[in-house]
C-alpha cells in the first residue's frame, strides 16, 4: 500500500465524517494527515517497518492515534475507526459528493432523512420528484442535479 493509497483512505474518512457531522476538528485532522502524507518523500510502509509509531508521528499532522491507524492500515488493510464508520454510514455516500449541487449537508440528509446512500438510489429518488421533499434544494439546484444525472448515463 502507497502513500497515495493510505491519503486516499484518511481523506476519505475525513469526507464521511464530515458527512456525518462529526466533530470539524477531527475530520480536519484527517485531512490535514492526508495532505502530508500525500507528498511526503518516504513510503510510510519503510518508516513503519523501521521506525513504528513513532517514525510515522515525524509526519506533521500525524499523531500516535494516526499513526496507529496507519500501521493497521499497511498490515490489515484496514482500520477500526474505518469499519465502524462505514457500517453506519456506507462509504458510496460520498458518490453523492461529486454531483453538482450536493455537498456534505445535503449529502448527509438524503442518507438520513430518505435512506439514499447509492447512485442508483439518487436517480430512482430524482426519477420519483424526491427533491421536491428536500429542504434546501431549490429549481436551479434541482435542475443541475437531473443534468448531471442524467448526463452520467450517457458517458
Known amino acids: 500500500m502507497n502513500n497515495e493509497t ?4 484518511f481523506y476519505r474518512l475525513a469526507a464521511l465524517m464530515e458527512v456525518r457531522g462529526d466533530d ?3 475530520w ?3 485531512r490535514n494527515a ?3 502524507i500525500e ?5 510510510l510502509k519503510e518508516i513503519a517497518e523501521k521506525d513504528g509509531v513513532t517514525g510515522l508521528q515525524e509526519i506533521p499532522g500525524v499523531g500516535k492515534a494516526i499513526a496507529g491507524k496507519v500501521v493497521d492500515l499497511l498490515t490489515k488493510g484496514t482500520f ?3 469499519d465502524r464508520l462505514t457500517a453506519e454510514t456506507p462509504e458510496t455516500v460520498l458518490d453523492l459528493l461529486e454531483i453538482p449541487g450536493i455537498g456534505p ?3 448527509a440528509l438524503l442518507h438520513q432523512r430518505f435512506k439514499v446512500s447509492t447512485l442508483d438510489e439518487m436517480k430512482a429518488f430524482v426519477a420519483s420528484g424526491g427533491l421536491d421533499m428536500v429542504d434546501g434544494i431549490g429549481p436551479k439546484t434541482a435542475e443541475r442535479i437531473k443534468q448531471a444525472l442524467t448526463t452520467d448515463d450517457t458517458e
Open 6 to 9: 493510505i491519503a486516499r483512505r
Open 24 to 26: 470539524p476538528f477531527r
Open 28 to 30: 480536519r485532522s484527517y
Open 34 to 36: 492526508a495532505e502530508a
Open 39 to 43: 507528498v511526503w518523500p518516504t513510503p
Open 80 to 82: 477500526d475507526a474505518w
Open 105 to 107: 449537508k445535503t449529502a
